[in-house]
């Protein structure tokens, strides 16, 4: 059992260009999460999705975009990349919104230039 | 969004019990209080989660006092490998069934041979 996956592992990426970062968990969780992590400020939600083919904005969620079409995927979209938005991000998963133990993923390392 | 404040470190020597403060002064009644733990290159991973009082698990207690405007998450006997960054999360009901969590800064701790 995969858990969370996350990929890619790290990019490099001009500013500009557009970046989807991909999510797949494997346990039927209904609730996901993508967050950000800055050195200083901890974690931050950017968006999550407490059930498929519904989304909601988090505490920084200017110049990102998600999509949630089936339980499974939960992509992370930087339409046009800022270097403000280099950063490690977390996607995150649990069995309902809410309160619920949340299992993350192994991170995406992204450089923007 | 719920405030939180942790201490940015702490330092304690291998065999002792470390007590980890989050204040957390807004945090609505019905709320719950989740401490993570996270290590170097990977993501959180959930340690404990309480709503009043006291609880306790295999790796850690929490407690948590009748004004719930903070909350102490309690190592037993520490060793090396509890050498890790913790966080707290509390999260504010914002209503149609959503809940906008927020992380703490984290606490660094290390623990000395």
């Known amino acids: 059992i995969a858990g969370i996956t996350q990929a890619p592992t790290s990019q490099i990426l001009a500013a500009g260009r557009r970046m989807t970062l991909r999510c797949t968990q494997d346990?039927?969780?209904?609730?996901m999460y993508w967050y950000r992590q800055d050195l200083g400020l901890g974690l931050r939600l950017i968006h999550y999705?407490?059930?498929?083919?519904?989304?909601g904005k988090g505490e920084v969620p200017d110049g990102y975009s998600v999509s949630r079409a089936n339980t499974d995927d939960f992509p992370l979209t930087l339409a046009s990349a800022v270097p403000s938005q280099t950063s490690v991000y977390f996607c995150?998963?649990?069995?309902?919104?809410?309160?619920?133990?949340?299992?993350f993923g192994p991170g995406t390392r992204l450089t923007v230039l | 969004l719920a405030k939180t404040t942790q201490p940015i470190s702490m330092d304690s020597y291998e065999g002792q019990e470390v007590n980890i403060t989050c204040s957390h002064n807004?945090?609505?009644?019905?709320?719950?209080i989740t401490w993570y733990q996270q290590f170097p290159s990977q993501g959180p991973r959930f340690i404990i989660q309480?709503?009043?009082t006291k609880v306790t698990n295999e790796v850690a207690s929490l407690f948590i006092p009748a004004d719930r405007k903070s909350s102490t998450l309690s190592l037993p006997r520490v060793s090396l490998s509890d050498t890790a960054v913790y966080y707290c999360?509390?999260?504010?009901?914002?209503?149609?069934?959503?809940?906008?969590?927020?992380f703490g800064k984290g606490t660094k701790l290390s623990v000395i041979p």
């Open positions: 995150a998963s649990s069995a309902a919104g809410g309160f619920n133990e949340q299992f």
């Open positions: 346990m039927r969780h209904n609730a």
């Open positions: 999705s407490n059930t498929a083919g519904t989304t």
């Open positions: 807004n945090i609505a009644t019905n709320d719950y």
């Open positions: 309480g709503y009043k």
């Open positions: 999360l509390v999260g504010v009901y914002s209503g149609a069934g959503s809940y906008q969590l927020t």
